[in-house]
C-alpha cells in the first residue's frame, strides 16, 4: 500500500525564494525544506536561478514554483488560517499585510505577491453553525461588516438578546 501526500504548489513569476522566506518568516512551525534551481542545461532558465522552493508552514508542505509571468493568483484559492485569538488574528493579518499587502474584506486579503489568505478566529465557524439561526445570522452581518475579524464584536453579536 502507497502513502499519497497532497500539497499545494504556488505559482509566481520569479519571487518563489522570495515568497517562500516571507511566509516561513510568519509562521509557526515553518522552514525552507528544499531549493531546486537551475544548472546548466535547464532551458529557459540561468545556472543557479531559483526554479523550485519546496516549504512547510505549520507543518504543512507547500512548493513555490518560478513558472513565468502568464499565470496570476485570483480570489478561487486563498489559503485559510485559523486562529486561536485576537493577538494571533492581529499578528498574522499585519504580517501577510507588510509590504504591500491588500486588506479585502470578511478576513480576507492579499499578500505583497498576490495570494489571497483568510485569517479566521477558530471560533467563527462554531457560531455560524449555532443552531440558533438568529445567533449565527447576527454572526453573519456582523462579520460581513468587518474587514479583519474583531472577536470580541462578533462575540457581541453572538451573545446579543433577540
Known amino acids: 500500500m502507497t502513502t499519497q501526500t497532497i500539497s499545494l504548489c504556488l505559482w509566481f513569476d520569479r519571487q518563489a525564494e522570495e515568497a517562500a522566506k516571507f ?3 510568519i509562521f509557526l512551525d515553518a522552514r525552507i525544506d528544499g531549493i ?3 544548472s546548466v542545461d ?3 532558465a540561468n545556472t543557479g536561478e531559483t526554479l523550485l522552493v519546496d516549504f512547510t508552514l ?3 508542505q507547500y512548493q513555490a514554483l518560478n513558472g513565468g509571468a502568464h499565470d496570476h493568483f485570483n480570489d478561487a484559492m486563498s ?3 485559523t486562529c486561536q485569538d485576537q493577538a494571533e488574528v492581529d ?5 501577510l499585510l507588510a509590504d504591500g499587502g491588500q486588506p479585502v474584506q470578511c478576513g480576507w486579503l492579499k499578500d505583497k505577491c498576490g495570494v489571497s489568505w483568510q485569517i479566521v478566529p477558530d471560533v467563527l465557524p462554531q457560531m455560524l453553525n449555532d443552531q440558533d439561526r438568529e445567533k449565527s445570522k447576527r454572526v453573519m ?5 468587518m474587514v479583519k475579524l474583531d472577536i470580541g464584536e462578533l462575540q457581541k453579536a453572538y451573545n446579543q438578546s433577540a
Open 23 to 25: 511566509y516561513t518568516s
Open 36 to 38: 531546486l534551481r537551475a
Open 42 to 44: 535547464t532551458p529557459g
Open 58 to 60: 505549520a507543518g504543512q
Open 79 to 81: 489559503l485559510v488560517v
Open 91 to 95: 499578528r498574522l493579518w499585519d504580517a
Open 141 to 145: 452581518e456582523a462579520m460581513i461588516q
